[in-house]
């Protein structure tokens, strides 16, 4: 019974690594996807969501009030999933939302820069100029918006229980490795620490996370 974070570079292979590690354990997969439906059900209009989720902030955007409390708002939604435990979370920030919690694992998954860039030349036959634009730029959206938000050096190995480095190892590897400081981290869990389960229930937002996953279900049997 845990909860993985799941926070990555561009091109590591995270979120791969995150959706069989679901398959693994059966546990749900939480994204950019079902995070967003979560959103608009629990107030927060489609432009706002695109705004704070894909667009990195500038300095004006940073102190502005509707904008942090987006963020505040995103931050509960993942909080609420995370309490139905058995989750992986892939979303930004969730790490940071989640840390102080005994029985969640955050993981990192990094690689080195030039193997990211040929994965993601290959994953969308990109030139290495352009595979390498998007990189930055997915990368700088994410760093930035922990910066914004949270004021935390995205990249710091010390915000993350384990970090995996994909240059290294393969995903199936990666994906044990994982596995394995699970099983160490529920026989070790801190007993001083709270568990996800101990949130507090907010009726509003679990109606808003039933109908996105009803919605979610619907629309998969439908394709």
């Not at 193997?115 to 595979?131: F, G, P, T």
């Not at 070790?188 to 101990?198: C, F, G, T």
Request: with cysteine.
């Amino acid at each position: 019974m845990a909860v993985i974070t799941i926070s990555r570079e561009s091109g590591a292979r995270g979120s791969y690594i995150g959706r069989k590690l679901a398959e693994k354990l059966g546990y749900l997969y939480v994204d950019r996807e079902l995070i967003h439906e979560v959103s608009l059900e629990y107030g927060v209009r489609q432009d706002e969501f695109e705004r704070i989720y894909e667009q990195a902030p500038g300095i004006l955007e940073r102190y502005d009030r509707r904008n942090r409390e987006i963020v505040g708002l995103l931050g509960r939604a993942i909080q609420g999933l995370a309490r139905r435990d058995n989750v992986i979370i892939a979303g930004r920030g969730s790490f940071v939302v989640l840390r102080d919690f005994a029985d969640v694992l955050n993981v990192r998954v990094t690689a080195a820069r030039s193997v990211r860039i040929r994965r993601i030349q290959q994953d969308h036959n990109l030139q290495e100029q352009e595979a390498r634009a998007t990189l930055d730029r997915l990368d700088s959206e994410r760093s930035k918006y922990i910066r914004a938000y949270h004021g935390l050096n995205w990249a710091d190995a010390g915000l993350y229980d384990l970090c995996v480095n994909t240059s290294k190892l393969d995903v199936d590897q990666a994906i044990e490795l994982v596995l394995q400081t699970l099983k160490f981290l529920e026989e070790s869990r801190d007993a001083d620490r709270p568990l996800v389960r101990d949130l507090e229930a907010d009726p509003i937002l679990d109606k808003a996370i039933d109908e996105a996953l009803n919605l979610l279900e619907a629309t998969a049997r439908a394709t």
